[in-house]
């Protein structure tokens, strides 16, 4: 076995392993702080847990987020949280609609699904 090897075995562990956590143990102060002050880069690896956990903490977010709204004025529709971020899955927020998507809109709505004069339907391929 290479020493670059070992050092991507040793990387690519766990970061609740014990040889992960005897490192962590290892350093002193001066290094923590000197970590500290390094800019993080990504979120580092996640395991199944990790995305369990995210994914209760999500519904938990969401369900306290629909109780506080049935127990309110109930007006609208309840503001839900965005999901908590994970490592690789971009954020699910919406691009704002230009003035002419939300006339197009309209105008589907209120002719119950025509189209507008000189737009015609194209088939997806």
């Keep these: 076995m290479t020493w670059r090897l070992l050092h991507d ?7 609740e392993s014990l040889t992960k956590t005897a490192m962590r143990d290892s350093l002193t102060d001066e290094d923590l702080a000197e970590l500290a002050d390094q800019p993080r880069q990504g979120h580092g690896q996640w395991g199944r847990v990790d995305f369990r956990l995210a994914a209760i903490e999500d519904a938990l977010r969401q369900q306290t987020a629909i109780t506080v709204w049935l127990a309110g004025k109930r007006e609208g529709q309840p503001v839900l949280p965005e999901p908590v971020p994970r490592p ?3 954020s699910r927020r919406r691009r704002k609609l230009s003035a002419a998507d939300q006339a197009y809109l309209a105008h589907l709505r209120a002719n119950r699904g025509a189209l507008p004069d000189g737009m015609k339907f194209v088939a997806a391929s």
């Design 9 to 15: 075995l040793i990387v690519g562990l766990p970061g």
């Design 88 to 90: 690789g899955i971009g």
